[in-house]
């Protein structure tokens, strides 16, 4: 069975300050999908940011970046110039079967505050 | 696009009742539908997976007759919890995967149920 950790319960940082959330997993598959997602107060999930295994390079979608290493089994999120709309639940997700089409087995979360 | 809707937003029922929860892809057709939990200030736990026309999939640990899910079209898919206790009281999630998508997951809002 896949397992995700998220080792930081809650971090808070400055706004405009860089902020990383760790997240490691376990499978035994060789490809896969991984997922960041973000959960504001609304409680609407929604996608940060993914990353397909077999692919080298890291994934960046504008002021979130990713450092994937696949030996060590680790993803972790990386949030640039934050803001204080960055305030959320981040969750780290792995799908149940490795493949991208599976139901998602999640972190516990992090819990992100950004200070004014 | 890609809008995946939840009815009722919130619930609150009498212990001993059924109550019924919908989720809809708008704008698209899926396949597949997944069903989590969330209870309060913890991570989301996949319940199911519900595929169209076939019988739900459950995790371990969750009584399929107590959470009877049917995925009745491309655009439907409704959790009912039968008898309700004050432990069913939870936060209820549905994502849906559209046909042909590889990944992609889009998450309804959510509904709150409370049993008294």
């Known amino acids: 069975a896949q397992t995700v950790t998220q080792s930081q319960p809650e971090m808070s940082v400055q706004e405009a300050e860089t902020v990383t959330l760790s997240c490691t997993y376990d499978?035994?598959?060789?490809?896969?999908?991984l997922f960041w997602y973000k959960q504001p107060p609304s409680r609407q999930m929604i996608l940060v940011i993914r990353?397909?295994?077999?692919?080298?390079q890291n994934a960046t979608e504008n002021r979130f970046s990713v450092n994937f290493q696949k030996a060590a089994k680790s993803f972790s999120l990386k949030i640039s110039d934050s803001q204080l709309g960055d305030t959320a639940m981040y969750f780290c997700?792995?799908?149940?079967?490795?493949?991208?089409?599976?139901?998602?087995?999640f972190g516990k979360g992090t819990h992100l505050i950004i200070q004014p | 696009g890609a809008v995946v809707s939840q009815h009722p937003s919130w619930v609150i029922c009498k212990s001993g009742t059924s109550v019924k929860i919908e989720c809809r892809s708008l704008?698209?057709?899926?396949?597949?539908m997944f069903w989590y939990r969330q209870f309060p200030k913890q991570s989301l736990m996949l319940m199911a997976t519900s595929n169209e026309g076939s019988k739900a999939t459950y995790e371990q640990g969750v009584e399929k007759d107590k959470f009877l899910i049917n995925h009745a079209s491309l655009t439907l898919s409704t959790l009912t919890v039968t008898s309700a206790h004050p432990e069913d009281s939870s936060f209820y999630i549905c994502?849906?995967?559209?046909?042909?998508?590889?990944?992609?997951?889009?998450f309804g809002p959510g509904t709150r149920l409370t049993v008294t």
């Open positions: 499978t035994s598959e060789s490809n896969y999908y």
């Open positions: 990353q397909e295994a077999y692919k080298q």
């Open positions: 997700a792995f799908p149940q079967a490795g493949g991208g089409a599976d139901g998602l087995t």
């Open positions: 704008d698209f057709q899926a396949t597949t």
């Open positions: 994502s849906a995967r559209a046909s042909g998508g590889v990944y992609e997951q889009y």
